[in-house]
């Protein structure tokens, strides 16, 4: 049974538009959640992440929210680039803040197109 | 900073054969994971080291694959013998630990891509 579950395995936006990639998972141990970017040949490299004390977190163009009564986070992009197109894989632990043991989602592909 | 070194890139191999993937981590990080990631998949943790000893290797299928990280530093994953469902990506990850047991940000390889025939 997958506890992170990414259920759009493909995005497409036009460049300068918002990217809002979806998760949701149903341990409701996990407490702390992440979002890895993939590129083609290259291992997954780590975007930004949020404690499931904290509603929203911000980073640059990044954002990720977290509704932990619906057990569901989002990652927005905004304005989306054509260099953000890449494969965006969920992940949760419930490690109390540590990165280990790491639970992914299957991934979204995510295009930006010019 | 060198990121984390996997070699080889690429294998294949027949189905009952063995095979052994190498990586080596970012200098100075104590945790070091590795991951199967199936095509269409998330990468699932197979097991964790903390320098030398094992942390967690609850998902590891011991019957046919085993790893090792001797010394704390370099590390091998070995499966022995393989089956066409191990045809994935391996990669392999390392981390700093954190106070209290836990880790901080998982830093990636390249992988090795096995296919299995």
């Known amino acids: 049974d997958q506890q992170v579950k990414q259920n759009s395995p493909s995005l497409s936006v036009q460049e300068g538009r918002i990217s809002i990639l979806n998760c949701d998972y149903t341990n409701s141990m996990f407490d702390y959640f992440l979002w890895y970017k993939k590129y083609p040949a290259e291992g997954p490299t780590f975007l930004i992440s949020?404690?499931?004390?904290?509603d929203k977190n911000e980073d640059g163009r990044f954002t990720v929210f977290l509704n932990k009564s619906a057990k569901h986070l989002s990652l927005h992009i905004v304005p989306s680039q054509p260099g953000d197109s890449a494969v965006y894989f969920c992940a949760a632990s419930e490690g109390g803040g540590s990165q280990g043991n790491l639970i992914f989602g299957k991934g979204t592909k995510l295009s930006v197109k010019p | 900073e060198a990121g984390v070194a996997q070699s080889p890139r690429y294998k294949i191999i027949e189905k009952r054969q063995s095979v052994a993937f190498w990586c080596n981590p970012i200098s100075g990080h104590a945790t070091l994971y590795w991951y199967q990631q199936i095509l269409g998949q998330g990468p699932k943790l197979l097991i964790q080291?903390?320098?030398?000893?094992?942390?967690?290797d609850s998902q590891l299928p011991k019957d046919r694959f085993s790893a090792e990280r001797l010394k704390g530093v370099d590390s091998t994953l070995k499966i022995q013998p393989a089956k066409l469902e191990d045809s994935a990506v391996y990669l392999c990850?390392?981390?700093?630990?954190?106070?209290?047991?836990?880790?901080?940000?998982?830093?990636f390889g390249p992988g090795t891509r096995l296919t299995v025939l």
């Open positions: 949020i404690s499931s004390i904290k």
């Open positions: 080291f903390q320098n030398n000893g094992v942390v967690d």
């Open positions: 990850a390392s981390s700093l630990p954190l106070a209290g047991g836990n880790t901080d940000t998982q830093y």
